[in-house]
């Protein structure tokens, strides 16, 4: 059993950043691969970026690829999504999410064992 805890979200002007962090409890964290998924007001879930079980492997939407970096800490139990250069299309709640069955990044989030709670990122114009 793994449990997310998303944190990192705010109000941002566009062209800041932010830094998402999802902290998980429990042993097997090391042995999910994990991921970031967002969703914005009216629209469905969408993949953001994804991560090896040992991070040597990212997988990333091509909405924000060179803008945003996941990485991941093992000894800390905690995954990060470092996001630049935001835009206003960029605003939705974010997600993190553990599979466990996987050792390669996805972008199929019915996949995914468990999630995080969300966390706001809105970016004005």
């Known amino acids: 059993q793994v449990q997310l805890v998303d944190s990192g979200g705010g109000l941002v002007q566009a062209g800041d950043s932010l830094r998402l962090a999802c902290a998980a409890s429990?042993?097997?964290?090391?042995?999910?691969?994990m991921g970031w998924f967002r969703q914005a007001p009216g629209k469905e879930r969408e993949f953001v970026a994804a991560i090896s079980r040992s991070g040597s492997s990212t997988y990333y939407a091509d909405s924000v690829k060179g803008r945003f970096t996941i990485s991941r800490d093992n000894a800390k139990n905690t995954a990060y999504l470092q996001m630049n250069s935001l835009k206003p299309e960029d605003t939705a709640v974010y997600y993190c999410?553990?599979?466990?069955?996987?050792?390669?990044?996805?972008?199929?989030?019915?996949?995914?064992?468990?999630w995080g709670q969300g966390t706001q990122v809105t970016v004005s114009s």
């Open positions: 999410a553990a599979d466990r069955n996987t050792i390669v990044p996805h972008s199929r989030g019915y996949e995914y064992d468990y």
């Open positions: 429990g042993r097997t964290f090391s042995n999910c691969a």
